[in-house]
Structure formats: structure tokens, C-alpha cells
């Protein structure tokens, strides 16, 4: 006799995360309808249709069940970075990434919209939502410091900072946009709106996650320029630069160059 198929991986966690997602929308329900400080677990449990441990096999607590997809949508940004390809700017790369945080708010605008209301009306919401927002940027920064080595910062390379200062901003303007969409009631161009707001961004850290400096005239993959000199006591320096490269920051790797000589 044959054994019945086991679900697939898959399958599996499609299930848990319609579950997180049931018992997400009874939460938001109740406490839309009764408070957020009058909801009890039980309460919400109940209106999921599942048992109390059910509910603490998916969320450690009542606050956590408003944000039922941040650990999956986390793991796909992992997944982006992860599978990146080697010529893409590991900046591009970030934007790809918290792509995916905006899609998760898309698939549900309806819900994404009710959780922002609520957010901004209940401070425990609002701690929670900055606490799963960190966990993006925190993974961002990692990437874009994994392009340097150790000793950038005593070399003098700002690239190390300007790597956290990046990661900050790619993140920033994400949620500045996502904000403005929410008010608006989840109305518009919000991957337009995201272009725009990642190419500012882009414009101000172009090269961030590429080490710079005089490594040939081949250089590091997507240095702005590189500045090599004409040997040992000459007065001439060589600069060989991208077309699409800010002056800024051309003028930059050539000043520490000047400096350096």
C-alpha cells in the first residue's frame, strides 16, 4: 500500500503563511472594532478560528500578529542579495532588495493601509514597526560593508562609512515613499515613485560597495574613477573615469589621490 505524499516545502510554507496572515486579519479586525488595549490573544483566537497555542506557534505575541509577513518578505531580501550577480553595483543590488518590503505592502494595500492607521495610533505598534525595520537596514549595511576590507577605515577610505550612510538612506527613502502611498490611501505609482526616490539616492553614493583607489587603470568594479600616478616623482597624475560618474564624485577619488601624492 502505498504512503500518502508528504506536502512539499513549498506547500508547507504557503499554509503557515496564510495561517499568519488569517490571524493578522482577525487581530486587525478586533482591534479596529474594540481597541488595541481591549483585544485579548484569546480573544483574537477566537475569531481566527484556531486555539490559543495555535496562536503562539505563529506570533510570540499580540503586537506581532499586526506584522505577519516581515519574516518571509526578510528571507527574500536575503535571497536578492544573495544571488546578485557579480557585475551588478552592490547598491543597485540594496534597491533590488527592499523591493521586496514595498511588494509585501502592495500585495495587501487594503490591509497595509489599516495597519498604518493603526501604527500611528497605538505606540507598542508603532516600537514594533521601527524594530522590523531595523532588521532591513542592519542586512543592508552587512552587505555593502562585506565589499571592504578590514582596514579601509585606517587606510583613510570613507567607503566603509559611506557604505552605513547608504544603507540608511536606500531605507529611508523606501519608507518615505511607502508613507506618502498609505496617506494617500494606497492610491498611485508607488514602483514609480520608489524609481524616482532610489535614483536620488544612487546619485549621492554612486560607487558605494566598490572600493576605490589606484588598482590599475582596469580599476575596482564600478569605482567613479580611478587615479593612478605617473611614477615615482612625477608630477602627473592619470585619471580614468566612468561617463555616468557624478563630477562630485570624480573630483573626490581625485583630491585623495592629490592628497596621497
Same mark, same amino acid.
Given at each position: 500500500?502505498?504512503?500518502p505524499a508528504k506536502p512539499s516545502r513549498s506547500n ?107 501604527? &500611528?495610533?497605538?505606540?507598542?505598534? &508603532? ?76 546619485a549621492r553614493f554612486t560607487g558605494v560597495g566598490q ?51
Open positions: 500500500m502505498s504512503q508547507s510554507s504557503t499554509q503557515r503563511l496564510k495561517m499568519r496572515r488569517d490571524i493578522a486579519a482577525a487581530a486587525m479586525e478586533l482591534f479596529a472594532t474594540k481597541g488595541y488595549e481591549a483585544t485579548t490573544v484569546d480573544e483574537i483566537a477566537a475569531a481566527a478560528g484556531v486555539a490559543r497555542r495555535t496562536f503562539f506557534r505563529h506570533f510570540r505575541s499580540k503586537e506581532e500578529a499586526i506584522f505577519p509577513d516581515h519574516d518571509d518578505t526578510l528571507e527574500r531580501v536575503k535571497a536578492v542579495l544573495d544571488a546578485a550577480p557579480p557585475h551588478e553595483y552592490p547598491l543597485d543590488t540594496v534597491c533590488r532588495g527592499i523591493r521586496e518590503v514595498m511588494r509585501m505592502y502592495a500585495a495587501q494595500p487594503a490591509v497595509s493601509v489599516e495597519r498604518y492607521r493603526l501604527t &500611528r495610533e497605538v505606540p507598542t505598534l &508603532r516600537e514594533r514597526e521601527i524594530a522590523s525595520v531595523s532588521r532591513y537596514e542592519r542586512l543592508f549595511t552587512r552587505y555593502l560593508l562585506g565589499h571592504y576590507d578590514e582596514g579601509a577605515h585606517q587606510d583613510g577610505d570613507d567607503g566603509p562609512l559611506l557604505a552605513e550612510v547608504a544603507a540608511s538612506a536606500v531605507v529611508t527613502a523606501h519608507n518615505h515613499v511607502l508613507r506618502r502611498w498609505l496617506r494617500a490611501g494606497a492610491e498611485g505609482d508607488v514602483e514609480g515613485q520608489l524609481d524616482r526616490a532610489f535614483a536620488v539616492v544612487r572600493p576605490q583607489g589606484p588598482a590599475g587603470l582596469g580599476g575596482a568594479a564600478g569605482a567613479p574613477a580611478v587615479v593612478t600616478a605617473g611614477g615615482e616623482g612625477s608630477d602627473v597624475l592619470v585619471a580614468v573615469a566612468r561617463t555616468d560618474a557624478p563630477l562630485s564624485e570624480v573630483m573626490r577619488t581625485i583630491e585623495k589621490a592629490l592628497k596621497k601624492s
